[in-house]
């Protein structure tokens, strides 16, 4: 059973920076993509980054330019850079195993997700 661990998260000011990792223990690694989701207070759990076999990556528009995933394979970890953090940023961040889109980059959905990580918190103040 795949099981995703995140560390990083914390408490910032608006313009800063925090990056997120999740370690992914006893990984299939040929049978999943990865991705990243965020849960804001009161809204519903969205994807907002993944990365895919070769690489590829995918990011939601609010993030774009501001945010990057990337992964070691050889560590069996995937990572989340945060930069120029926003309040709107705020959230419950949750690594995930994705099953993967044929070709391109996988998008992050919910229906897509085979194993949640257990979620960090992240808080922006202004």
């Known amino acids: 059973q795949v099981q995703l661990v995140e560390s990083g998260g914390g408490s910032v000011e608006t313009g800063g920076s925090l990056t997120l990792s999740c370690a992914v223990v006893?990984?299939?690694?040929?049978?999943?993509?990865l991705g990243w989701f965020r849960q804001a207070p009161g809204l519903e759990r969205e994807g907002i980054a993944s990365?895919?076999?070769?690489?590829?990556?995918w990011y939601v528009e609010s993030v774009k330019g501001r945010f990057t995933i990337s992964k070691d394979d050889a560590k069996n970890t995937v990572s989340l850079q945060m930069d120029n953090l926003k309040p709107e940023d705020t959230g419950t961040y949750y690594c995930a195993a994705l099953f993967c889109d044929a070709g391109g980059p996988t998008l992050p959905t919910i229906p897509s997700v085979a194993v949640w990580g257990q979620g960090t918190q992240v808080t922006v103040s202004s």
């Open positions: 990365i895919n076999k070769s690489g590829r990556t």
């Open positions: 006893r990984y299939n690694y040929n049978a999943y993509c």
